[in-house]
């Protein structure tokens, strides 16, 4: 049996590995394949082709699109789309200068809040990163202002903390549609993590599967008890393939690693045919 991983992080958004040190990891962890998912940047995709060559990993070209829905942060993942297209690279930089947009004024909230923070700050810190949540949780850990990172988003960052800023203008439908445009396969992200009841979630879903959706993230490294079978029934409900991935962040996320998330964590390479075939 073949396994694979479809949602890895590099340094090029919030991971701690740099795209060649995931191939070589991936390699090492007998993975036949992993897709290299960053938050809304394909910066990273190069150096991983490139450090794969002559070795037994397939990487797939990947990212993980952060959206707004109803003022919370909704993630699409697309797999094997066309990055190096003009519609696409056109479309990306609105949607990281909506994400610069939100960071200029998350730094504005912390500094009325009293956080010791400036753009330049960040940037010397973060500087070839695209800045997520992440990235301030760590530089509140880094400057005392909280305890662990958990804390941080609990505390400060968190969709219902008094410093979160929600996405504007980006939807999921618009990046479930631009992933589909460009030859992509686009995945709902951890679904059960939105917490979204059950008619809100349905009403999500059938908007994004009018779109294009063609998969959901039902393998996922913080799953537990009867999670999967719950995104499982969601998938069979409205059509969708099932995806799965360990969010592998490096240190940023200590306990989950590649490939396994907690352990337990298995991706046939069958998902990824499965997944191909529904495109």
């Not at 396994?3 to 590995?17: A, E």
């Not at 949540?133 to 400057?143: G, I, P, T, V």
């Not at 909280?146 to 996405?167: E, W």
């Not at 499982?232 to 989950?256: C, E, N, T, V, Y």
Request: glycine residues 8%; negative net charge.
């Amino acid at each position: 049996m073949k396994y694979i991983d479809l949602h890895v992080h590099s340094n090029c958004s919030d991971g701690t590995y740099t795209p060649a040190e995931l191939v070589d990891y991936a390699v090492q962890k007998n993975l036949a394949a992993f897709a290299l998912t960053d938050h809304d940047t394909t910066a990273g995709l190069e150096e991983a082709f490139e450090a794969a060559k002559g070795k037994e990993i397939e990487v797939i070209p990947g990212i993980e699109f952060s959206t707004e829905y109803q003022g919370r942060d909704i993630h699409i993942v697309g797999l094997e789309f066309d990055y190096k297209s003009p519609v696409f690279i056109s479309q990306i930089r609105k949607f990281q200068d909506s994400r610069d947009m939100r960071n200029r004024k998350m730094i504005q909230k912390l500094r009325e809040g009293g956080v010791d923070i400036t753009w330049e700050k960040m940037a010397e810190r973060y500087q070839d990163a695209v800045w997520t949540r992440a990235h301030f949780a760590s530089y509140l850990l880094e400057c005392g202002y909280v305890k662990d990172m958990r804390d941080a988003f609990k505390n400060y960052i968190g969709d219902d903390s008094p410093y979160f800023v929600p996405r504007e203008k980006v939807t999921p439908v618009q990046a479930v549609r631009l992933i589909r445009q460009t030859g992509g396969i686009p995945i709902l992200a951890h679904p059960l993590l939105y917490h979204l009841k059950g008619e809100e979630m349905d009403t999500l879903l059938e908007e994004l599967k009018k779109a294009g959706l063609i998969g959901i993230e039902a393998l996922y490294s913080t799953h537990a008890g009867f999670d999967e079978s719950t995104v499982r029934r969601m998938a069979r409900l409205h059509g969708l393939q099932i995806s799965g991935g360990s969010d592998f962040h490096g240190s940023r996320k200590p306990g989950i690693d590649l490939g396994c998330g907690r352990g337990n964590l298995k991706i046939s390479y069958d998902i990824l045919k499965q997944l191909r075939d529904a495109r």
